[in-house]
């Protein structure tokens, strides 16, 4: 699922770096190109990756702005091609090989293991150019007025892939996943950014220990949204820049899919999902009650009756299916295509924009009730909720 796709998964990363001020296209455009896609389809290698166009995966070569500038944001795709010969069909091509050296040579019982191991390296090479590479790609979008980069995956392999091509291509510059807590630093300033940094469990400001030890951010938000929802309380306000207008309105609830996880040590952890349209939450307060905690859930977001709906990863701040409102790519023959999927891309930047603001004024809401002393009126009246008692509205 690349940029154009109406549900896609996304992970985004800060940027850490400054790109020349004067000469950009130049730039770029020389950076991306020296590390272009080469094809292999010719050749024995068994793998290649390089950056190429998106709406060009067969093109390396950025030769001018339309290739992948668009506005504030630089686009591009990172491309792997990879054979693979299928362990049956060598298994069987090497045996066959090892049958005729034995018939060569009656003295032997089997083939000796440098004869083998030579055999195997000629029939693989030997498949090899038989088999045609398949290609994979990922799309990249870079958004310079903010220095976000959201990478449309959350495959760990594919993000481990790009973070070393990026480094390798943009020397001096490192992208870092925003994950929970770097994101709530972003949004929050003043006695709250303080009560955020005194909240902090790491000792390290690496990522991995930051998301390994600030994992209650992601499970105390989902279990508040999911309380909220439950409650009645499902509205909110827009208060983060963005295409929407500070104090509008709009509804967020958590609903469709939730996984829990609990228990550890000697008892193994313990997984539970709990699937399709909540009424009662009976299953997720059962899970809640035996000490687990949501690590994912399915958010549904809505204003103006445009729908967005996105599976959060707690721990990291993933968005997995990230759904907004649908745009369709016109097939018309009057129409440039090209021109067409360049209207459609920036509708899409326009609506993820908003789906993302709405999300961050969620996750604002949270962490404004969470950094003060309300925090605790909302942990009793989750526990009353979990209890099956009825407490007063907390406002």
């Given amino acids: 699922m690349g940029v154009y796709a109406n549900t896609v998964s996304i992970t985004q990363f800060a940027v850490i770096g400054e790109v020349p001020k004067t000469e950009q296209f130049e730039w770029f455009s020389k950076k991306l190109a020296d590390r272009g896609f080469q094809s292999i389809e010719n050749s ?30 630089v686009v591009f795709s990172l491309r792997k091609d990879q054979r693979k010969i299928p362990a049956a069909v060598l298994k069987s091509h090497t045996a066959r090989e090892e049958g005729a050296f034995l018939s060569e040579n009656p003295n032997l019982r089997r083939t000796p293991k440098h004869k083998r191991e030579e055999i195997k390296e000629q029939v693989q090479l030997r498949l090899m150019t038989k088999c045609l590479p398949v290609p994979s790609t990922v799309d990249v979008v870079w958004d310079q007025s903010s220095g976000v980069l959201t990478l449309y995956s959350l495959g760990t392999k594919v993000i481990e892939r790009f973070e070393d091509a990026f480094r390798k291509t943009f020397e001096g510059f490192s992208p870092v996943i925003i994950h929970p807590f ?71 609830w958590i609903d469709d899919r939730i996984q829990f996880q609990g228990g550890g040590e000697e008892g193994g952890i313990q997984k539970v999902t709990v699937s399709g349209s909540q009424d009662s939450y009976l299953e997720a307060k059962s899970a809640l009650k035996g000490g687990k905690r949501i690590t994912s859930a399915t958010i549904c977001m809505e204003k103006d009756e445009n729908p967005w709906k996105l599976t959060l990863k707690g721990d990291t701040f993933g968005f997995a299916s990230f759904k907004c409102p649908q745009i369709r790519i016109e097939k018309d023959s009057t129409v440039d295509q090209m021109s067409e999927r360049e209207a459609v891309f920036y509708e899409r930047m326009f609506l993820m924009g908003q789906g993302i603001q709405l999300f961050d004024s969620l996750f604002t809401a949270f962490l404004t009730e969470r950094l003060n002393d309300s925090w605790n009126r909302r942990l009793q009246v989750i526990q009353a909720w979990l209890d099956g008692e009825q407490l007063d509205e907390i406002y």
């Fill in 44 to 73: 024995t290698e068994e793998s290649a990756e390089g950056w190429t166009q998106i709406d060009r995966p067969d093109d390396s070569m950025f030769v001018s702005p339309s290739d992948f500038w668009r506005d504030n944001f």
């Fill in 182 to 252: 770097a994101r709530a630093r972003t949004l929050l300033d003043g006695p709250l950014r303080d009560s955020l940094e005194a909240a902090n469990q790491s000792g390290s400001d690496a990522v991995v220990a930051m998301i390994r030890d600030n994992q209650w951010l992601g499970c105390d938000f989902l279990l508040w949204l999911l309380q909220r929802g439950v409650n009645g309380e499902g509205e909110f306000t827009v208060c983060c820049p963005g295409h929407l207008a500070q104090g509008e309105k709009f509804s967020a």
